[in-house]
């Protein structure tokens, strides 16, 4: 049993961690930034477009990781209870 619950524990941090490591993604590289001198074109709207769909996509996958993590952590806690 006590196997089980250091297993359990290195599977929350892991989670965690992984959740962290998609949000520090998701907060990337600032977009370069378009001069008022400068035409507002069709590639600096899909730049734009293509940076939101990848922020996206990594805030999912961090709001998943937290999820498995807080519901790892909940059954970590329920097995303490356990007698």
Not at 22 to 42: C, I, M, T, Y
Request: overall charge positive; cysteine-free; glycine content about 4%.
């Amino acid at each position: 049993m006590e196997l089980a619950l250091y297993v359990l524990d290195v599977t929350i941090v892991v989670a965690a961690v992984m959740s962290a490591w998609f949000w520090l993604q998701a907060a990337g590289k600032p977009q370069r930034r378009v001069s008022k001198f400068e035409d507002f074109n069709h590639a600096d709207l899909n730049r734009l477009v293509t940076a939101l769909n990848r922020a996206r996509i990594l805030n999912a996958r961090a709001a998943v990781a937290t999820a498995i993590a807080a519901l790892l952590g909940g059954l970590r806690i329920a097995l303490d209870l356990l007698p």
